[in-house]
């Protein structure tokens, strides 16, 4: 098996070779993705990802592979005042 290292919220994280934004959402919030960056059970996700600086729409995750060295941030919305 070919893997990858990347840093994920500052962490180092090893995937698969070809494993795209949308798998490390998935497998990171325990929930099935579509293809459109929507839950596939209806619920709201709450995330934000930016590889290497660069913020990834969730209409571009299934494609946007994950690559060795990458700096990935997934920020997750907060409600508060």
């Known amino acids: 098996m070919n893997s990858i290292e990347f840093h994920l919220n500052g962490k180092a994280t090893t995937y698969e070779c070809g494993a795209t934004v949308r798998e490390m959402v998935s497998a990171h919030l325990g929930k099935e993705i579509g293809s459109d960056g929507r839950a ?6 709450g995330v934000a990802i930016a590889v290497d600086g660069t913020v990834i729409p969730r209409s571009g995750w299934a ?3 994950l690559s ?3 700096r990935v941030e997934l920020v997750t ?3 508060g005042g």
């Not at 596939?40 to 996700?45: E, H, P, V």
């Open 40 to 45: 596939l059970d209806g619920s709201a996700l």
């Open 68 to 70: 060795n060295g990458a």
């Open 77 to 79: 919305a907060a409600q």
């Open 63 to 65: 494609e946007h592979e």
